[in-house]
Antibody
């Protein structure tokens, strides 16, 4: 069974860059495409974007100017960077594997933006 | 982008009852590429239905999905205690992929 695990700092200062990595185990990273999704406390799910193992990306228009994603197939990892963060970016960040629908999820990583 | 509106916002029911959740899209969902998820507190969402009506692996048959175009429904035939949670629909037919705002099923 494929498993995903997010890692990265849980606290980021305003105006700095949020960086998270998702490690995929129990299966090949080459079989799916990979997304980041976030959820602010008490709120719904927001899709951030996705990356294919070719490196091709699609981002949500609302975050496109601040988001970048990358993939390292040799390490079975993919990553998220979100620049110029504010308190509004405080959320649980999930990585997920998909064929459009999200079949595999990480447990989520709480990232707080605060000085 | 396609906006998904879920109703009702909260559904108050008892174990054993039937739950009917609605998801309406602002424009037609391409090829009925719509999924449903259940999210329990403190957990990641779990895929229930994909392609509007296909149950995901390991999902019991009390869950069923239906609909096409702009109107979709998730039905839980008999609520079990673990079904009291928040449910989200998601469309993946057109970028950006989008989620509904959620329906909470409470006791």
């Amino acid at each position: 069974q494929m498993q995903l695990q997010e890692s990265g700092p849980g606290l980021v200062k305003p105006s700095e860059t949020l960086s998270l990595t998702c490690t995929v185990s129990g299966g090949s990273i080459n079989n799916l495409h990979w997304s980041w999704i976030r959820q602010a406390a008490g709120k719904g799910l927001e899709w951030i974007g996705r990356i294919f193992t070719t490196g091709s990306t699609i981002y949500s228009p609302s975050l496109q100017s601040r988001v970048s994603m990358s993939v390292d197939t040799s390490r079975n990892q993919f990553s998220l960077k979100l620049t110029s963060v504010t308190a509004a970016d405080t959320a649980v960040y999930f990585c997920a594997g998909s064929l459009g629908y999200f079949d595999y999820w990480g447990q989520g990583r709480l990232v707080t933006v605060s000085s | 982008e396609i906006v998904l509106t879920q109703s009702p916002g909260t559904l108050s029911l008892s174990p054993g009852e039937r739950a009917t959740l609605s998801c309406r899209a602002s424009q037609s969902v391409t090829s009925d590429l719509l999924a449903w998820y259940r999210q329990k507190p403190g957990q990641a969402p779990r895929l229930l239905i994909y392609g509007a009506s296909n149950r995901a692996t390991g999902i019991p048959d009390r869950f069923s999905g239906s609909g096409s175009g702009t109107d979709f429904t998730l039905t839980i035939s008999r609520l079990e205690p673990e079904d009291f949670a928040v449910y989200y629909c998601q469309q993946y037919g057109r970028s950006p992929w989008t989620f509904g705002q959620g329906t909470k099923v409470e006791i």
